[in-house]
């Protein structure tokens, strides 16, 4: 039973409910293929009973594509299916420091590739909401371990993998500023696009677990630090010393735009003017904008993502570690283990991202991109100096059903969450109820470093525009 | 599909007990999905290429380098008078010996 946010109770509540978070964590997992490695409850228990510090007593489930030390870390790939991380992730370093335990590495589409949790070599994720559907991915097991009354989970974000299962599993889900979370530890698909995310029921428990996991990595080049860093973790303990949002409704200026509002289902239309409408009746300040930017960032997206992948994936060759296919020379061996560890979506993308950075064809493709990928920036945080937020919906159309939306054919889901990632913005996805029994969700891009006033933003929607206690567990109660 | 099939090569992945045809069908579709951006060259023709969305480019790492503490030997497989070796390949004599 969920009783309010996680990081608000003292340690003894907690414990008293840690049973209760493990219960439903192997729930989730036996009915929605929610994890690929789950840790024995006998395990768990020791690491608790010996952990100290703020985050004791939460059990935080970790995408198997960062490393836990001593546990699988498959990527959802045969290629590292039998892969044992022998260090942790700066986060995970923080959260065992400050008393935290990870239960079990979480199911996603292999290496992230894909936005369904159906691309896994261990089999796809299953929406609670609706076992037929997907439940949107590629962090889909974390989402699905939070949507069945969890908590915290963490996830990573490279083009919308942790807001669109967010969405459409009624959870939160943030994709932070690029550079806050280290990425030390997050095994790359699309480096200069991927963060890692935390998805949350509360917006509290979200602000409790990044002002605990934002600390400065030197191992990583790409975190930013010094004053901005100091602001960002001052604000979040603000509003963690605080309790509440404590700020109106009405100093937020939001930005959306109706023209690609078009795009979506009607069913999403209507749900999202539903939350425009609300929004507009708490006092925010509401203006129809064009987004132009919006249009070409899936292009832009998918070709410097696969390009990278091409990149970042040429490590797996069967010669360090994971798969190793037995062939007839050295070439064969790596062609062999290759074509047999990856699935036909990380293939794909490999090959695609080869060609798209080719000698004759990178001046078309990631050239383009590279300049497109600019413009959107510009474009994006010139709306953002005179709005606070750009509203968005998260996903174009409600959760597909299995097997709808694996492929080329399914890349448009991504269509609305892929420009935070090329400009580096925080965006964080917000549930706003049910459509049709199924879970719709709008997202919300903020300035740089303004993660603590997107958070703040969803506690003033907490029990106004959703429902943190909204569990497929409980339909019906 | 020619560049395809070089491309294929060149990535070390070939197609295995797998129907081409989807497959040839899913590239046509991204290609279709990457030349959207020819309708924008002229836009974006100004901008100047961005790698990274914090342009944080080139930078070194900052820490310094320590002792990890893992016993590399230990967990290697493949060891040469204590140096790590190559694994051996079917039908290549190679130096080293798998441990124990």
């Known amino acids: 039973m969920i009783r309010g946010p996680l990081a608000l109770m003292d340690v003894e509540d907690r414990l008293k409910l840690l049973k209760e978070q493990y219960k439903m964590l192997v729930e989730s997992n036996n009915m929605f293929n929610a994890f690929i490695t789950i840790r024995s409850w006998d395990d768990i228990y020791v690491d608790v009973e010996e952990s100290h510090g703020p985050l004791k007593g939460i059990l935080i489930p970790v995408k198997d594509n960062i490393a836990v030390k001593g546990l699988l870390n498959t990527c959802a790939s045969k290629i590292l299916s039998d892969y044992i991380s022998p260090y942790d992730a700066h986060v995970i370093g923080l959260i065992k420091d400050k008393g935290g335990v990870v239960p079990g590495k979480t199911n996603m589409d292999e290496f992230a590739m894909g936005n369904s949790g159906e691309t896994s070599y261990f089999g796809p994720t299953l929406n609670p909401w609706d076992r037929e559907r997907v439940p949107g991915g590629s962090s889909s097991g974390s989402a699905v371990a939070v949507a069945w009354d969890g908590y915290v989970a963490l996830g990573s974000d490279t083009g919308g993998s942790?807001?669109?299962?967010?969405?459409?599993?009624?959870?939160?889900?943030?994709?932070?500023t690029y550079g806050t979370l280290s990425r030390f530890g997050l095994i790359s698909y699309a480096d200069s696009l991927e963060q890692i995310g935390i998805?949350?029921?509360?917006?509290?428990?979200?602000?409790?677990?990044?002002?605990?996991?934002?600390?400065?990595d030197p191992r990583d080049m790409t975190m930013y630090y010094g004053g901005k860093r100091d602001d960002v973790r001052s604000r979040l303990k603000l509003i963690l010393e605080s309790g509440e949002a404590a700020f109106n409704h009405n100093e937020f200026k939001v930005a959306y735009s109706k023209k690609l509002l078009e795009l979506c289902d009607p069913d999403i239309k209507e749900a999202v003017y539903g939350a425009v409408d609300k929004l507009e009746s708490l006092g925010c300040e509401l203006h129809d904008i064009d987004l132009d930017f919006v249009d070409p960032s899936l292009s832009i997206y998918y070709i410097i993502a696969m390009v990278e992948a091409s990149s970042n994936l040429a490590r797996y060759s069967g010669e360090n570690y994971g798969l190793r296919a037995d062939g007839g020379s050295y070439w064969d061996m790596v062609q062999l283990t290759r074509s047999r560890g990856f699935g036909p979506e990380v293939k794909r993308r490999i090959i695609m991202g080869a060609y798209a950075s080719s000698k004759g064809y990178e001046g078309r493709y990631y050239l383009r991109a590279l300049k497109g990928r600019r413009w959107v920036k510009e474009k994006l945080n010139k709306v953002l100096r005179n709005y606070d937020f750009v509203l968005l919906?998260?996903?174009?159309?409600?959760?597909?059903?299995?097997?709808?939306a694996v492929g080329p054919k399914g890349y448009i889901i991504d269509k609305f969450t892929v420009v935070p990632n090329l400009t580096g913005n925080p965006a964080l996805s917000i549930p706003i109820g049910l459509v049709n029994n199924l879970p719709v969700g709008i997202q919300i891009i903020g300035k740089y470093y303004s993660d603590p006033d997107l958070i703040r933003f969803a506690m003033l929607l907490e029990d106004v525009v959703y429902d943190p206690k909204l569990s497929p567990r409980r339909r019906g109660e | 599909m020619g560049l395809q099939e070089d491309l294929v090569k060149m990535m070390f992945i070939v197609m295995l007990n797998e129907d081409p045809k989807p497959y040839i069908n899913d590239i046509k579709e991204i290609l279709r999905l990457f030349d959207v951006l020819d309708s924008y060259k002229d836009l974006f023709e100004k901008s100047k290429p961005l790698y990274h969305p914090l342009e944080t480019m080139g930078l070194p790492r900052a820490d310094k380098p320590v002792d990890s503490g893992i016993d590399i030997a230990s967990i290697t497989k493949y060891l040469y008078d204590g140096y790590i070796s190559m694994p051996p390949i079917k039908g290549i004599k190679r130096l080293g010996h798998e441990k124990g």
Do not use: C, N, W
Request: no cysteine; charged share 20%; net charge positive.
């Open chain 1, 393 to 404: 919906p998260v996903s174009p159309r409600q959760p597909p059903r299995l097997g709808e």
């Open chain 1, 199 to 216: 998805f949350s029921r509360y917006a509290y428990d979200m602000a409790y677990l990044l002002y605990h996991i934002m600390e400065y």
């Open chain 1, 162 to 176: 942790v807001r669109l299962p967010a969405a459409y599993t009624h959870v939160l889900g943030l994709k932070p």
